[in-house]
Nanobody, 123 residues
Framework: QVHMVESGGGLVQAGGSLRLSCAASGRTFSGYDMGWFRQAPGKEREFVARITSTGLSTYYADSVKGRFTISRDDAKNTVYLQMNSLKPEDTAVYYC????????????????WGQGTQVTVSS
């Protein structure tokens, strides 16, 4: 199994930036699509970004397009989420996961979820 550990969250003012990291154990990281999701208190987990196994294509939720960038470094077994122009609405726990197939923006298409990292954006 692949185990994910998210880090890089914190408190930031609106308009600021953060870079999240997702470190994966094992050798199976390479060859899989990876995704970032987020969950605010009392709300369902929602799709944020996806990167294909080759790193050639990326996909984003409309709410973060133009502000967030997903990238990967398979040599380091790490996926990143660069977040710029942060808004209070971005406040949530951010999770990364490995895609197993199916609809790329559905949580059911991923496994090996991490424990998440908290991002709080103040106004």
């Amino acid at each position: 199994q692949v185990h994910m550990v998210e880090s890089g969250g914190g408190l930031v003012q609106a308009g600021g930036s953060l870079r999240l990291s997702c470190a994966a154990s094992g050798r199976t990281f390479s060859g899989y699509d990876m995704g970032w999701f987020r969950q605010a208190p009392g709300k369902e987990r929602e799709f944020v970004a996806r990167i294909t196994s080759t790193g050639l294509s990326t996909y984003y939720a409309d709410s973060v397009k133009g502000r967030f960038t997903i990238s990967r470094d398979d040599a380091k077994n790490t996926v990143y989420l660069q977040m710029n122009s942060l808004k209070p609405e971005d406040t949530a726990v951010y999770y990364c996961a490995r895609r197993t197939g199916g609809t790329y923006y559905s949580t059911q298409s991923y496994d090996s979820w991490g424990q998440g990292t908290q991002v709080t954006v103040s106004s």
